[in-house]
């Protein structure tokens, strides 16, 4: 019997935070602590002539001044990445060093130059200001494309035209060009699916604690995944013992991507600490958030797609200039190749597909993965084409979409979608959600509304995104082949202690997500025991085995599933117990509410009896080891694939060309859903994030290099009194392949908004034969166009 | 120089000399050892830090702490009256008003503020006194549900009284 | 994050404040709601010596009628004048500017003094003030004077304010009969400060403009009183035509800002349609 499944069960993790008890990085303070300050480039590209620390170490309560040249002379390697994407003619990407601090050149405004350690954060940043820097600033290039052309000035003297590798996927482009020489009609578009900056409210921190006595190392830190960060650090930077390391990610606020990544300033404090020995506290500020925090999408991008006379897609061709940034971030390479190319497809039966990918260095900072990653870049290309080509052909954009759809598939009786471009999607039903969400906006009804507005003078607009993502990240053998330098594999222990009380290690780790109580629902379901009897620990490697941390949506498809393989042992384990205790034969025991019972009898023990028997096992099967704790590793057999239908209206200030998003609805199709509530809140906050993109948010580098709005009083965050209340539903189609049936949450509502929004704007507009506006969808971008 | 400041947080009265460029926000987490409150930036928008002071919600990354002298400080942790939650603490936890948790409590002071003005805030009125106050996870959806939630419970309260 | 070091006072009175400020001379800074002043030293791009604190003087927090006139004390803060009934009965644009300035935080701390002061180039209330014929008082260590809200900002953050003056009151005279005014602002999205505020009080008599002031902010280095609109609307009916036309005359000849939010020319523009929005709503 289900208790605790597909309820909306009331986070277990609230507690602390709303009573001001979570306990985040900055908030740790250790005996003896020392505060970190980085002295940071204020230039895009600039040549570092001499630094010069005297002033700043003679000051009262400076502990020690490092620069890039003590980094140089300890021999330790830079930060690495985790993906390797090689040229199409077989050359290996250009992979650049990336020092924890910079002793040559400065590669983009808030490259790291020196670091500060002091008694106080006040001193350490008031000694900051005396560590001179002479510079010879040079030539920068922030833009993607520009950074390919021929003088363009280059971030690595080896990496010529600041190239970093080329691929492409899909069909070969000759039968893509035949495809789309025979098209009735091609819609194209060129746009800049622009650059943004992550800003989860907790700004990054980190404290480096090197124990001489016991010669370990513990970094507290704020990251989506402590063990990869351990990994990195200790095999690729430091080279120190693994095993002599403790990773602790304890309460993060959010991170949306940004804080996957293994970054400078983790294995700085623990250097920094070694030499020292002592604790070794670096906490952001926002400014230095807004520069080195890794930004996201910053794609330049031409799309075509061939439709034949009845609307049915022939082709499509993709080129794509994506930026990477200054360096290589972890994941930074597979963003806009594997996560990007292979959603192509989208929910359509396109029989040709072509997408071919420049990866570039810029000055500017590194670009990861962003909340979807790759997949919100593909979705904005295909469903804008879409709206575009729909408006173009005079065609509705809704029976468009219907037309091409692939027919549904379940993925048990029906086999798995194959797309041209490298993916099998699992299941699926995509008539399903847009019906629902046509439903659900009145669509008709809004047409009518839409026509009599026009006439009175007032500009709405209706747009659709209908996407697919690719989550539950990844099978191992899968992504190995495409250049993973790790597995995507998860891990999940669970011991049951003597009292029947069970405690569950998670190598996910939750920022936000609740996992804490979506797990233990189904660990308290499974087992049939209260939730209160469940803990769910996760985020530091010293508890927990091992772990590859949250992102891709994959925490309850691959962390939940490698706990449920655990799951099934504890019980097929205590089935042996509980047999020996009944006297009868596992094959005759049931387990159902907690207890095993002899099929047709009422003869049964519990849970908490058998736990007790395997840890006093006095009366004991012959040759069972006593104990009842089981760790697990789930390696996925596929990708999980939600998909959905987001639909949004807007109204459009003809005076201003200030949009209104009045409405925002949302079906979404995630599979299984173990807690809804939770769910629904991934969505919205996902949502939120795309139609930030869409309306408000975009950095801004001027053409030195200069990241012209790095604060909140210049880049735009979605505030409460920017958005409506959101009208979301849900349709449900099972995951064929994990032991939940779920396909992940957490980027969807990022995935599907943003094209959304951009072409019910687009819709509004068509009175005035304008097509495409970059994003944001500024009040003057909107004003110039409908008065160009 | 140091000055000595005298402030009653969270019902109970402390002294300290503290250099005057000390911020509230830091005062309370570095010197009272308060962390429930935050920071998320550094340029007074975020609202992660928002406390009451002397009953009006401000920005405590964006007051020194000696010009707290003498004032009546409530913060996060002071919300729950001997174990029992405040009406919005529960709001937010029945409405789901919280992921991450780190906007939460400059969330819950700046609602305080508003329920004290307007004890039956419209969606709207919500939202815009909401406005000092980022949230990167909720997409604020839940957390104006979480408000009413708390309207309505204190209404009801207050009829029982 | 971290501001510089500095010594700090507070001061028991404004004449402590004057003494204080004399004392400390260059290197001293009057500290009132601290919300432009803080930002900018935790950011360290005002790093100051000294602070004097006026921020707690009852004898600056006050809104009270005095005759004919609205006195505003330069310690009230924007949340104070919000909820002033007296104010909102002078003119509405008081608390309607009020309200929209940055967020209850802010309005809860920020003072009317401190904000004129400051003379920020996006800030609301020097458009309010110029629209509604303020005057400001100002008291030194050689005494008082008063300035008119139209020549107080004479630039780029820059007033006709002395070194060692402070702002104590904001004086406004009682409107005619007939008059309404509105403050209509557009947002800048992120900072929320204005791209454009205008600030309109009209004074009607049988649907004919008596009177009219207007004033801009947000659109150059300094709010501005737009005495073209003034003229054009001046003695004319108060139609829907002629108000827009008044309205286009808004930011004549002005050499408007520009940054990545609005270029100048559609600041230039924004100027025109919240020039004609706040005529049309303080017309009604
Ligand atoms: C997040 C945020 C959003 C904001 N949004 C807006 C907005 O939308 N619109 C807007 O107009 N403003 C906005 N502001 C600014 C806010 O209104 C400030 O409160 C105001 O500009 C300054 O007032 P204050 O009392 O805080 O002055 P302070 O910061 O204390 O002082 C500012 C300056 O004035 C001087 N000063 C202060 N009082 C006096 C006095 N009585 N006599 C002489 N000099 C004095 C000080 O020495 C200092 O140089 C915002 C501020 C923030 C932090
Ligand atoms: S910390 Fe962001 S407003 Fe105070
Ligand atoms: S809950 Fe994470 S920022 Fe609001």
């Given at each position: 019997m289900t208790n605790y499944i597909g309820k909306a069960v009331k986070r277990v993790e609230d507690k602390r935070f709303i009573t001001g008890k979570g306990r985040y990085t900055d908030d740790i303070v250790l005996p003896g602590m020392t505060h970190a300050y980085i002295v940071r480039s204020p230039y895009a590209h600039a040549r570092i002539l001499s630094v010069d620390t005297s002033a700043a170490e003679a000051m009262e309560g400076v502990v020690k001044v490092f620069t890039g040249k003590d980094i140089a002379e300890s021999g330790i390697n830079g930060i690495p990445t985790g993906w390797q994407v090689n040229f199409k003619n077989g050359d290996t990407m250009k992979e650049p060093p990336h020092p924890l601090l910079v002793s040559d050149k400065a590669r983009y405004m808030g490259d790291a130059v020196a670091v500060v350690i002091a008694e106080s954060r006040e001193i350490a940043r008031d000694a900051g200001d005396r560590v001179e820097v002479e510079y010879e600033e040079l030539p920068a290039v922030a833009d993607a494309k520009k950074a390919t052309e021929a003088g363009a000035p280059l971030v690595h003297d080896d990496a010529p035209n600041n190239l970093c590798f080329d691929w492409e996927l899909g069909n070969p482009k000759a039968e893509v060009n035949e495809a789309m020489s025979k098209a009735h009609h091609i819609t194209t578009l060129e746009f800049v699916n622009q650059r943004v900056i992550p800003n989860a409210i907790e700004p990054r921190s980190a404290i480096g604690h090197f124990e001489e006595s016991s010669d370990k190392y513990t970094l507290y830190t704020t990251s989506q995944n402590p063990h990869l960060t351990r990994l990195l650090m200790c095999a690729f930077v430091l080279g120190i013992p693994e095993h002599k390391v403790r990773v602790v990610a304890p309460d993060v606020g959010g991170g949306f991507g940004s804080k996957i990544f293994h970054y400078a300033e983790e294995a700085l404090v623990i250097w920094c600490s070694q030499r020292l020995k002592r604790p070794v506290k670096w906490t952001a500020d926002r400014s230095e958030a807004f520069m080195t925090d890794a930004h996201g999408r910053d794609h330049v991008s031409k799309a075509e797609m061939g439709f034949d006379q009845n609307g049915k897609i022939v082709g499509l061709r993709v080129k794509t200039y994506a930026n990477l940034g200054a360096y290589l971030s972890t994941f930074a390479p597979c963003v806009p190749t594997w996560l990007h190319g292979t959603l192509l497809q989208g929910l359509y039966t396109t029989p040709k597909i072509n997408v071919d990918v420049t990866g570039v260095f810029t000055h500017t900072v590194m670009v990861d993965a962003y909340r979807g990653a790759g997949r919100p870049e593909a979705t904005y290309l295909l469903e804008r084409l879409m709206d575009t080509a729909a408006l173009e052909m005079k065609m509705d954009p809704v029976e468009l979409r219907r037309k091409n759809f692939i027919p549904a598939f379940d993925g048990v009786t029906q086999p798995g979608y194959q797309t041209q471009v490298a993916l099998q999607y699992d299941s699926g039903n995509y008539h399903g959600v847009l019906d629902r969400a046509l439903e659900m906006v009145g669509y008709e009804k809004f047409r009518k509304e839409q026509e009599q507005a026009r006439k009175d003078g007032k500009l709405l607009g209706i747009g659709f995104s209908t996407y697919i993502e690719a989550c539950g990240i990844a099978p191992s053998a899968v992504v190995g082949a495409l250049g993973a330098r790790a597995g995507l594999y998860e891990v999940g222990q669970v011991r049951v202690q003597p009292t029947g009380k069970v405690s569950v290690y998670t190598g996910s780790h939750s920022?936000?997500?609740?996992?804490?109580?979506?797990?233990?629902?189904?660990?308290?379901?499974?087992?049939?025991?209260?939730?209160?009897?469940?803990?769910?620990?996760?985020?530091?490697?010293?508890?927990?085995?091992?772990?590859?941390?949250?992102?891709?949506?994959?925490?309850?498809?691959?962390?939940?599933?490698?706990?449920?393989?655990?799951?099934?042992?504890?019980?097929?384990?205590?089935?042996?117990?509980?047999?020996?205790?009944?006297?009868?034969?596992?094959?005759?025991?049931?387990?159902?509410?907690?207890?095993?019972?002899?099929?047709?009898?009422?003869?049964?023990?519990?849970?908490?009896?058998?736990?007790?028997?395997?840890?006093?096992?006095?009366?004991?099967?012959?040759?069972?080891?006593?104990?009842?704790?089981?760790?697990?590793?789930?390696?996925?057999?596929?990708?999980?694939?939600?998909?959905?239908?987001?639909?949004?209206?807007?109204?459009?200030?003809?005076?201003?060309?200030?949009?209104?998003?009045?409405?925002?609805?949302?079906?979404?199709?995630?599979?299984?859903?173990?807690?809804?509530?939770?769910?629904?809140?991934?969505?919205?906050?996902?949502?939120?994030?795309?139609?930030?993109?869409?309306?408000?948010?975009?950095?801004?580098?001027?053409?030195?290099?200069?990241?012209?709005?790095?604060?909140?009083?210049?880049?735009?965050?979605?505030?409460?009194?920017?958005?409506?209340?959101?009208?979301?539903?849900?349709?449900?189609?099972?995951?064929?392949?994990?032991?939940?049936?779920?396909?992940?949450?957490?980027?969807?509502?990022?995935?599907?908004?943003?094209?959304?929004?951009?072409?019910?704007?687009?819709?509004?507009?068509?009175?005035?034969?304008?097509?495409?506006l970059e994003m944001p969808l500024t009040p003057e971008r909107v004003w110039r166009a409908m008065n160009s | 120089?140091?000055?000595?400041?005298?402030?009653?947080?969270?019902?109970?009265?402390?002294?300290?000399?503290?250099?005057?460029?000390?911020?509230?926000?830091?005062?309370?987490?570095?010197?009272?050892?308060?962390?429930?409150?935050?920071?998320?930036?550094?340029?007074?928008?975020?609202?992660?830090?928002?406390?009451?002071?002397?009953?009006?919600?401000?920005?405590?990354?964006?007051?020194?702490?000696?010009?707290?002298?003498?004032?009546?400080?409530?913060?996060?942790?002071?919300?729950?009256?001997?174990?029992?939650?405040?009406?919005?603490?529960?709001g937010f936890r029945e409405e789901h008003g919280l992921q991450c948790g780190f906007c939460t409590p400059g969330m819950i002071m700046a609602s305080a503020d508003l329920l004290e003005r307007n004890p039956n805030p419209t969606e709207h009125e919500i939202r815009e006194a909401l406005e000092g106050n980022f949230c990167r996870c909720t997409g604020y959806h839940n957390i104006v549900k979480s408000v009413q939630y708390a309207a309505k419970k204190i209404s009801k309260q207050e009829k029982v009284a | 994050?971290?501001?510089?070091?500095?010594?700090?006072?507070?001061?028991?009175?404004?004449?402590?404040?004057?003494?204080?400020?004399?004392?400390?001379?260059?290197?001293?800074?009057?500290?009132?709601?601290?919300?432009?002043?803080?930002?900018?030293?935790?950011?360290?791009?005002?790093?100051?010596?000294?602070?004097?604190?006026?921020?707690?003087?009852?004898?600056?927090?006050?809104?009270?009628?005095?005759?004919?006139?609205?006195?505003?004390?330069?310690?009230?803060?924007?949340?104070?004048?919000?909820?002033?009934e007296v104010a909102r009965n002078t003119l509405s644009m008081l608390s309607e500017a009020a309200n929209l300035i940055g967020d209850v935080q802010v309005r809860n701390k920020g003072t009317l003094g401190g904000s004129l002061a400051h003379a920020d180039p996006a800030a609301d209330w020097p458009a309010v003030m110029i629209a509604a014929h303020a005057h400001i008082e100002l008291r030194g260590p050689n005494g008082s004077r008063t300035v008119a809200a139209d020549d107080f900002f004479t630039g780029f953050y820059m007033t006709a304010l002395a070194e060692d003056e402070i702002i104590t009151a904001i004086r406004i005279p009682a409107p005619p009969k007939g008059t309404h005014s509105s403050y209509q602002k557009f947002m800048q999205p992120a900072s929320r400060f204005a791209i454009v505020g205008c600030a309109a009080s009209v004074t009607k008599d049988g649907g004919v403009c008596q009177k009219v002031s207007v004033a801009?902010?947000?659109?150059?280095?300094?709010?501005?009183?737009?005495?073209?609109?003034?003229?054009?609307?001046?003695?004319?009916?108060?139609?829907?035509?002629?108000?827009?036309?008044?309205?286009?005359?808004?930011?004549?000849?002005?050499?408007?800002?520009?940054?990545?939010?609005?270029?100048?020319?559609?600041?230039?523009?924004?100027?025109?349609?919240?020039?004609?929005?706040?005529?049309?709503?303080?017309?009604?």
């Open positions: 920022h936000g997500q609740g996992h804490e109580t979506t797990f233990a629902q189904v660990v308290a379901d499974r087992l049939g025991i209260p939730m209160d009897d469940v803990e769910i620990i996760h985020g530091d490697s010293e508890s927990v085995a091992f772990g590859m941390g949250t992102y891709g949506s994959r925490s309850l498809a691959v962390g939940g599933s490698a706990i449920v393989k655990s799951l099934d042992k504890i019980i097929e384990k205590g089935a042996k117990i509980a047999a020996h205790k009944l006297e009868a034969s596992e094959e005759d025991l049931e387990f159902a509410e907690g207890k095993w019972t002899v099929k047709g009898t009422d003869k049964s023990v519990g849970f908490g009896d058998v736990a007790l028997t395997a840890y006093v096992p006095h009366n004991y099967p012959a040759g069972l080891e006593p104990g009842l704790d089981f760790s697990s590793f789930y390696d996925p057999a596929n990708f999980t694939y939600p998909f959905g239908a987001h639909v949004a209206i807007v109204e459009v200030d003809q005076e201003t060309g200030k949009v209104r998003l009045k409405r925002f609805i949302a079906v979404d199709d995630v599979g299984n859903v173990i807690n809804p509530m939770i769910v629904d809140g991934q969505i919205h906050g996902g949502l939120a994030q795309g139609i930030g993109q869409a309306l408000l948010e975009g950095a801004v580098y001027d053409e030195n290099g200069q990241l012209i709005n790095g604060s909140y009083m210049d880049y735009t965050m979605p505030r409460a009194d920017d958005l409506p209340s959101f009208e979301i539903d849900r349709q449900v189609t099972p995951c064929p392949h994990n032991p939940l049936g779920v396909k992940g949450a957490g980027e969807a509502g990022t995935i599907g908004s943003t094209p959304a929004v951009v072409n019910a704007v687009m819709d509004a507009l068509s009175p005035f034969g304008i097509k495409n | 120089m140091a000055k000595k400041i005298q402030v009653t947080v969270n019902g109970k009265a402390y002294s300290h000399d503290v250099d005057p460029r000390t911020l509230l926000v830091q005062y309370l987490r570095d010197v009272l050892g308060l962390t429930g409150t935050h920071v998320g930036c550094d340029t007074s928008n975020c609202g992660a830090c928002t406390i009451l002071v002397d009953g009006q919600a401000v920005k405590s990354c964006t007051l020194l702490a000696v010009q707290a002298d003498g004032s009546e400080v409530k913060t996060i942790e002071g919300m729950a009256d001997n174990g029992t939650l405040h009406p919005l603490q529960e | 994050m971290i501001p510089n070091s500095f010594d700090y006072h507070r001061a028991t009175s404004v004449d402590e404040a004057i003494r204080l400020m004399a004392q400390h001379g260059m290197d001293a800074k009057l500290l009132a709601g601290g919300h432009s002043l803080l930002p900018a030293m935790k950011l360290r791009l005002n790093q100051p010596g000294v602070l004097v604190d006026i921020g707690r003087l009852a004898e600056l927090r006050y809104i009270k009628k005095e005759g004919d006139s609205l006195v505003i004390g330069a310690g009230a803060t924007h949340d104070d004048i919000a909820n002033s801009l902010t947000g659109l150059s280095d300094t709010a501005f009183r737009a005495s073209n609109v003034e003229a054009a609307l001046t003695g004319k009916k108060l139609t829907k035509e002629n108000i827009a036309a008044a309205a286009q005359a808004a930011g004549e000849g002005v050499m408007a800002m520009g940054d990545h939010f609005a270029s100048e020319e559609y600041r230039l523009h924004l100027a025109k349609v919240f020039a004609k929005r706040a005529l049309m709503a303080a017309a009604e």
